[in-house]
Structures are given as C-alpha cells and as structure tokens.
C-alpha cells in the first residue's frame, strides 16, 4: 500500500480501490510477497496471509488467482475470472493464446499501445493477459468498435466454454 501510495500519490492517499475497479494477483506471486515481507508484517499483511493459506489449503496447492470486483456477476467479476483461467487453466491459455496470435498485427499494436496508456505494463505476457480478459468481457472504451467486434465473438465463445457459471 505504502509503494502504490509513493508512486501514484506522492505518498498522500492509499487510492487504488478508486484507481481500479478489480485486482488479481496470481497465487505465486502472493506467496512471494508474504515470504519477503513476513519480517515487517502489518495488520494488512496478516489478513492477507491468513487469506493466502486459506487459498492454499482450498486449491490442494494448485496454481491459483486471488480476485476481487465491485460484484458478484459483473463485467468486472468476470474481466477478473479471464485473468484466474488464464493463468490456472492451460487449455484456456491455449485457446485464447491462439486467439490472440491471430489478431492483425496493427490491431494488436493498437490494443498494447492503448493499454499501456491506461496504465498497464509494457510486458506482452501481462499485455496478452489483458487483451483476452477484455476481448471476452467487454472493451476498453478508448478501442475501436471495428476491431474489437471484428474479433470478439471468438474470445467470448471461449471464456463462456470454460466459466458456464458464471456468465
């Protein structure tokens, strides 16, 4: 919260919650973090590790996604359960892997580019990640109408194929 805080509000408010509407956090990173930070623990950093084992003992020690929503069956939950199947799931990662290597490329490079701009990292693991997440639950606003319907009939057939509960 401190490092969020001294990046985007030179240290005046914790404003995450309002900066974004969703988080996942992959399980491997979490476990990671809890061991770095397990000598200089908060009372933040304590519920997030009773959460973490929590997790751990649910998913029989299974890669896992920690996410969060504004609501249960929003388009924010299921942009959140995009990212948990792609990172958990490798015939989703696949799928949607094959999905994305058969964008035009000036439409790709359209889609990275806009994504950066809103704050994303310029990592094509974290950019695919986020490409598919939008393309099978709804668009950033600033993408073209054209390209994204263009493409996005596939990636949703593919998310609803693997979340029948949800969608």
């Known amino acids: 919260m401190r490092l969020y805080t001294d990046k985007n509000n030179h240290g005046h408010s914790f404003s995450y919650p309002h900066d974004w509407v969703g988080y996942n956090i992959p399980s491997n990173i979490l476990m990671e973090a809890e061991h770095t930070f397990r000598n200089n ?6 519920i997030m590790t009773e959460i973490i084992h929590h997790c751990i003992d649910e998913s029989n020690h299974k890669p896992w996604y920690l996410i969060g929503a504004d609501k249960t069956g929003s388009a924010t939950m299921n942009h959140e359960i995009a990212h948990g199947l792609y990172y958990t799931n490798m015939k989703y990662k696949s799928e949607m892997d ?9 439409v ?5 580019k806009l994504l950066i701009k809103q704050g994303y990292a310029n990592d094509d693991v974290i950019i695919n990640d986020e490409i598919q997440a939008y393309m099978s639950t709804g668009k950033l606003l600033s993408w073209s109408n054209r390209d994204y319907e263009k493409y996005t009939k596939d990636f949703v057939k593919v998310f609803k194929k693997y979340n029948k509960k949800n969608v």
């Open 98 to 106: 094959n999905l994305i290597n058969a964008i035009e490329s000036r």
């Open 108 to 112: 790709y490079k359209d889609f990275k």
């Open 41 to 46: 623990m908060n009372l933040y950093d304590h």
